[in-house]
């Protein structure tokens, strides 16, 4: 038989062959290309969250139901008696040296500050600066003080020169009023590394200030802040805003949804609550039951402190005994002389 004439031979004829099989191929590895300006954002605009999930939890207690958060610590004598509207809470706020600010008390009384839970303390008054104010606002202050160094009356070295020695003191920035030129701003950022507040009335009023270097800008434009606030904020998105909130919670919104960062807020006098303070008095007393001290800032702001007298230092009786017997010649009443020896 020749070769020729042999069958093929079939799979089954060679089980105990093993044919090399052919080794795969390596993958192909090819570097990933990441573009730099591929930008990644979650929108939870649209979930629903379930209330539970929301809310803050609560704690049953003997009194009630209670948000489960720690406990205020008070004094028994010593309160934060006058506290700042909730409203302001909505504030976005500005950071200072990593301290967050949504509230700052207009006021340079050391009493209504010292007893006044505001994030910082606005001191601006109708005189000349002077380092001695300024000292006593930073003793009797347990929060950041901004001080006014002028800009209107007082100008150019002068203001410098408060500003210098007010950050020597220990003032957390410093305040400009809206006739500053922005020259004087300047001079100012350049020697202090305390942030310059710069006040405007008007949103054009802004842009060369900034430029000068003021961090901060407050609106004082009365009825037309919320308008100059949303000018300002299209302009500088990024800019700390601050402003007066008004007196009614409705106000206080309005400005916050305009754009402040912060409100400022106007405390009642100490005269003023002194005077609300003995009226309530004076009515409970009345009425057969034993006042307890306390103050409504509210009531307070609506007060003539003259109308009270509470800053006289004589009993209500004698004060109206006074006022009904007559007057000498001499145009003094007869209380006065009553026990002089003649």
Known sequence: MSLEDMPAATPSDNTDVDMPSPSPEPPLRVPAELSEDIVAAVDFSEIELSPELTEAPHVVTPVGVLPLEPSPIEGTLRKAALRVPDEIEEASGFSLFGRRIKSMLYSTDVAVIRNANADAVFAVYPFTAQPAITQALLTAAECPVFVGVGGGTTQGKRSVQLAAVSEMQGAAGVIVNSPASAEMVSQIVSIVDIPVIATVVRADDAEAKVSAGAKIINVAASRDTPTVLRQLRERFPTLPLIAT??????????????????????????????????????????????????????????????????????????????????????????????????
């Open 245 to 342: 909130g008004g007196k009614s919670a409705e106000s206080v919104m309005e400005t916050i949804r305009a754009g402040a960062n912060a409100i400022i807020w106007t405390p009642p006098s100490a005269q003023m609550l002194q005077a609300d303070m003995m009226q309530r008095y004076r009515k409970l007393e009345g009425e057969g039951e034993h006042p307890v001290p306390s103050i409504d800032p509210i009531s307070a702001g609506e007060v003539n402190p003259l109308e009270a007298r509470s800053d006289i230092p004589f009993p209500d009786d004698a004060i109206d005994n006074i006022a009904a017997e007559p007057e000498q010649k001499t145009g003094f009443p007869h209380f006065f002389f009553r026990n002089r020896k003649r």
